[in-house]
């Protein structure tokens, strides 16, 4: 199940400066800073997939309040009935 989730929005990563400072474009064009988690910034896969992405030019989902990209992509946790 994809999200339609109106806290989340569609991120392109811009640039990667730093384990502190990595910077997103938003849909309508906003410059953010991402927030990287502790144990992002030691994840080393982490940031070689970072790094693809932003050579891919691919759009992530973000959480809109906090800054911190979605861990399960664009997939929605099953709902338990």
Not at 3 to 30: F, H, P, R, Y
Not at 37 to 65: G, H, I, Y
Not at 69 to 79: H, I, R, S, T, V
């Amino acid at each position: 199940m994809l999200i339609k989730n109106q806290n989340i929005e569609s991120v392109k990563i811009k640039s990667i400066d730093s384990q502190d400072k990595v910077l997103a474009t938003t849909e309508s064009g906003e410059i953010i800073e991402l927030h990287i988690t502790d144990q992002q910034k030691k994840d080393r896969l982490f940031w070689e997939s970072l790094v693809n992405v932003l050579r891919a030019e691919l759009w992530l989902p973000l959480k809109k309040k906090t800054h911190e990209l979605l861990q399960n992509d664009w997939l929605a946790e099953p709902e338990l009935n």
